[in-house]
């Protein structure tokens, strides 16, 4: 019932731009912190970009800060990642993410599909 797809990615020179969008439904994303993740080939998966629920707040991995911008729209459900002036290190999969904290300790953590990203010349 819950549902996280991205869409968005694709193959990109090294420069250029994107822009990833997450579409939800199954719950309250109003209330959900959301985020991008993503994990390279042989790597870790790491935290890109999160935003609080109501939107009022962000944070960004160094590696792409000034470069990524997060954004959500309440009313559609649905989170964005602005990619600009991409590498060849952003090469990766991209995976959005839902989680809030509930009652009595509980953690609702919800993940996408991915979505692949190349950047190359």
């Known amino acids: 019932q819950v549902h996280l797809v991205e869409s968005g990615g694709g193959l990109v020179q090294p420069g250029g731009s994107l822009r990833l969008s997450c579409a939800a439904s199954?719950?309250?994303?109003?209330?959900?912190?959301m985020a991008w993740y993503r994990q390279a080939p042989g790597k870790q998966r790491e935290l890109v970009a999160s935003?609080?629920?109501?939107?009022?707040?962000?944070n960004y991995a160094d590696s792409v800060k000034g470069r990524f911008t997060i954004s959500r729209d309440n009313a559609k459900s649905t989170v964005y990642l602005q990619m600009n002036s991409l590498k060849s290190e952003d090469t990766a999969v991209y995976y959005c993410?839902?989680?809030?904290?509930?009652?009595?300790?509980?953690?609702?953590?919800?993940w996408g599909q991915g979505t692949q990203v190349t950047v190359s010349s």
């Open positions: 935003i609080t629920s109501g939107g009022g707040s962000t």
């Open positions: 199954g719950f309250t994303f109003s209330i959900y912190v």
């Open positions: 993410n839902a989680r809030r904290r509930g009652d009595w300790g509980r953690v609702y953590d919800y």
